[in-house]
């Protein structure tokens, strides 16, 4: 926990050197990172004669060439990181005492805090605890930052819920300008118990959601375990900090490595940004995609190559600039090929552009039933829809 000192008569910050030293610190371990990634890079060609030496050397410079990308994401990370670490400042004095006094009225004891500066709007980190033996549910204190702030500020997803009698650190982060309903819908292959398919939606604190989607190669519960894995991994790839086109690079290095083991799932990641309002697809062979914004229908190709194939994958990517009330959709491929005598792409396109008013779980399930509709029930394929929508927060 980063401590402060505090002045006896205000207990309010009179100081912060701590934050000079962590960032100095971040910048030379990155700068230390960087440097590591330029000693892998091997941008000449093998230069050798028979056959097999050349491949090999080839598959060396190409795990090189992976290894310094992950190396110089690790040095973005750390460096954004000391970004806002250096950005640290605490509150005014007047704002101190103002909190201070209101949280007091909720049984909260203040005794440190600071504002964080984001590129996706502020965080404020509190030093808290209560008299009370029962404890205080954290949540408490978002009104009086309300109040003193201006602003409206949930509780972070890694702090914990209660505040106890031993002080502990408490992070709020400031509310975004969006929020995203989500909404899926799934069906299995016929004659089968397991849906090779796998899907998870994440919420950062950093004001983001992620929609994660995987098409296991096969049917069962051995493409269930492919896509799981996949699906697993990139999680935490995600959480860690790492962008969905550096996730998806590091994901699929696995994959080769794993060979057949994995087969070769696909992986739809399509990352909206709250605050700004905009998204980012990346795909490695997963099924066309969809903006939906009132009855215009927007298609995303599908990648190319699924995971494991080859080392060096380049994800396909795609920005998109979101309004309020644009949805996003995702879905295996499984759903295209329910509408294969209706032209594919083109059917869910059509049934998309005529949906009003729905949720995106109503979305979601309808156009399921229009798939199982299309393939008369015959389901050949494990099927999953996954949909999103951006509204303003209210």
Known sequence: MMQFE???????????????????RLCGYAESFRELAKSFEREEPPKVLDRRSFFEEERLRENCSVIAGHL???ADMMEQTAGEVAGLSPLEEKDWSRLSHLLKKKRLILEGACKVPTERGGRISLCLRTDLATGVQAEEAREPLREVLGKQFSLSLNSPEWVGREEGSF????????????????????REEVSGDNYSILQSERGTVTLLLSDGTGSGEGASRGSGFVLDLTEKLLETGYQPETALRMVNATAVTKGEELGHPTLDACMLDLERGDCVFCKAGGAVSFRKRGRDVEEIPGGQLPLGIFQDLEPQKRYLRLQEGDSIILMTDGVLEAFRDKGYEEAPRKYLAEMDELSPREMAEKLMQLAIFASEGNIRDDMTILVATLWKNP
């Open 6 to 24: 505090f002045m006896e008569e205000k207990k309010k910050p009179s100081h912060f050197r701590m934050p000079d030293v962590c960032g100095g």
């Open 72 to 74: 110089n994401e690790l």
């Open 171 to 190: 992070y709020y982060v400031e509310e975004p300008v969006y929020v995203a309903f989500t909404g899926f819908a799934r069906v299995v292959k016929s």
